[in-house]
């Protein structure tokens, strides 16, 4: 296996050349030769697709997502789930309903004044995926069964998260038959109830969460990416966050753009068409520090970059996003499943 | 005096020098007292700058080994350094050039993707270290390690020189120089 192949110009994606490579290998071998590849270099893909509204994306009923958007969302990594089957959907809601009912009695997540008639309900997210070999994306949500007949039949929605996978190929080409890949997971509501239920699929599932941590550099992508996109009307201006580490508390320096002089900025300094390359993001941030550094005297470039929100989305390096734009709802999460993707790795 | 030669000045007798040149005071600072209580039989000088040239008013000895320190956190530690290679000499790049990079270890924090670093070194034929130089253990090593390799650029290891060391150094595999 020649790790020079890395290094070819063409194609820095390692999943085309572990599919023409490995015909008939079995799962383990792929994973292994894939394991192989990391450790001999860091492959950082120097070019990325422009997000474009996928065709999977006019099957998504834009009512039945809505309720994702403008949601801040704590992101975790996931291993395969082992021996995980949609057809056992209510099961598993009867399952969870009950263990979160007995851990709540155990008295180890009590919140005050929380009513203890809870209900669970996995349904599946139909569209969210990239392509169609990507699994269903499911969605898991604590309601809470009021007895009070003002409210809503259904409940209030104390807690909500959301397994997906997007464009996911990398992954799905190296595990077996019994594992269902998702490894993007989305969690909304209080830290208790993501740990329970964090636990409760890491002992039925045999799988691992972790929290995803965004560096500076990823930050750095996804604002080029998401300045690129065509919107027709910007919802928010474009922002920065930098942290600057002195003694002895951190400084924090916000900059912020109107979004169609970042977008003029970007179509300036933007050359291939249907791809984004290292050197034009590196050089849409340099412009910034530099013009920052003309007024402030201050390098930017020598702080943090902790936050960066957009009109498409905004991400924190803690691991938390929000979603605004329905039109690239998928190419967000698409990014976010790969860096799910390479932390599992 | 702008660029700096490795042969220009004679050397001093069991004298061996090493520049450190980076941004981060502290770092260079803390890895210099590291070095220096190293105990080695050549007479050890240190020398930090923050950036090239150096101001040509101070009377140095030979600089046998420069260090540039990358602080992987920043970019502007980087184009810092990318500035700094040009008032270097080439002859210099025969193995008394040494990139560190530090701050690996820190994944969310970093600004500047390994391959950066990876491919600069290439560029200039010369090794690179990853170490976190805030570790005091990890800067203990590696500053043990560059003492060592100053000694060899210095000549004062019998039977090995600076580019015998930088051709032992280079890491099989590492890619092929015909690709760039």
New interface residues.
């Given amino acids: 296996m020649d ?2 192949d890395l ?1 070819g110009s063409a194609s820095r994606r390692r999943t085309s050349n572990l599919k023409d490579y490995f015909v008939g290998a079995t799962p383990l071998q792929k994973r292994l030769e894939s394991v192989r590849r990391q450790s ?5 893909p120097p070019r990325r697709k422009i997000l474009q509204c996928t065709q999977l994306q006019e099957e998504i009923d834009p009512q039945k997502v809505a309720f994702l958007l403008h949601k801040q969302w704590t992101v975790y990594s996931l291993t395969p789930l082992y021996k995980f089957s949609y057809t056992n959907l209510k099961e598993y809601s009867r399952l969870l309903s009950a263990f979160i009912a007995a851990e709540k009695q155990k008295g180890l997540a009590v919140e005050v004044g929380e009513d203890f008639n809870i209900k669970v309900v996995f349904s599946t997210l139909v569209g969210v995926k990239g392509t169609q070999r990507d699994p269903e994306a499911f969605l898991v949500q604590i309601l809470s069964k009021s007895q009070s007949s003002r409210e809503h039949r259904e409940g209030r929605v104390l807690w909500t998260g959301w397994f997906c996978c997007v464009f996911g190929e990398s992954l799905l080409g190296t595990v077996s038959e019994d594992f269902t890949c998702l490894p993007l997971f989305l969690a909304n509501g209080a830290e208790s109830n993501t740990s329970l239920i964090g636990g409760w699929f890491q002992k039925t599932f045999d799988c691992c969460f972790s929290p995803l ?5 990823n930050l ?1 992508w996804m604002a080029a990416m998401w300045t690129a996109c065509k919107m027709d009307h910007y919802v928010a201006t474009t922002e920065f966050f930098w942290s600057v580490p002195c003694h002895p508390q951190s400084l924090d320096i916000s900059y912020a753009i109107h979004p169609e002089d970042a977008k003029a900025l970007w179509d300036s300094v933007h050359k291939t068409s249907g791809e984004i390359t ?1 050197e034009e993001v590196d050089l849409f ?1 340099d412009c910034l ?1 530099s013009h920052f550094h003309r007024h402030f005297k201050i ?1 930017l ?5 902790v936050r960066v929100s957009t009109s498409v989305a905004s991400a924190h ?1 803690d691991g938390k996003i929000k979603i605004l734009c329905h039109k690239y709802f998928i190419g967000v999460l698409a990014y976010m499943t790969e860096l799910a993707i390479f932390q599992i790795e | 005096m702008s660029v700096l030669r490795p042969m220009d000045k004679l050397p001093d007798l069991n004298a061996a020098t090493i520049l450190l040149v980076g941004t981060e005071d502290s770092l260079l600072q803390k890895l210099a007292e590291s070095m220096l209580q190293d105990h080695c039989a050549s007479e050890l000088r240190v020398h930090l700058a923050n950036s090239l040239p150096l101001p040509s008013t101070v009377n140095r000895p030979r600089i046998d080994l420069i260090v540039f320190v990358i602080n992987l956190h920043s970019k502007y530690s980087l184009r810092n350094v990318e500035e700094c290679l040009s008032h270097v000499d080439s002859s210099f790049f025969l193995g008394k050039v040494c990139f560190l990079a530090t701050g690996a270890g820190q994944e969310n924090h970093c600004s500047i993707h390994q391959n950066t670093v990876i491919k600069l070194a290439h560029t200039y034929r010369s090794p690179l270290l990853f170490c976190d130089l805030e570790v005091e253990s990890f800067r203990a090593i590696v500053a043990q390690r560059l003492v060592r390799m100053l000694q060899i650029c210095a000549g004062h290891v019998p039977g090995i020189s600076a580019v015998n060391l930088l051709s032992l150094l280079r890491r099989s595999d590492s890619p092929p120089s015909k690709e760039l």
């Fill in positions: 790790p020079y290094q001999s270099f860091f492959p950082s941590t965004i560096s500076a550099f750095s290292q941030m520090y390098h470039s020598a702080t943090r970059l390096t």
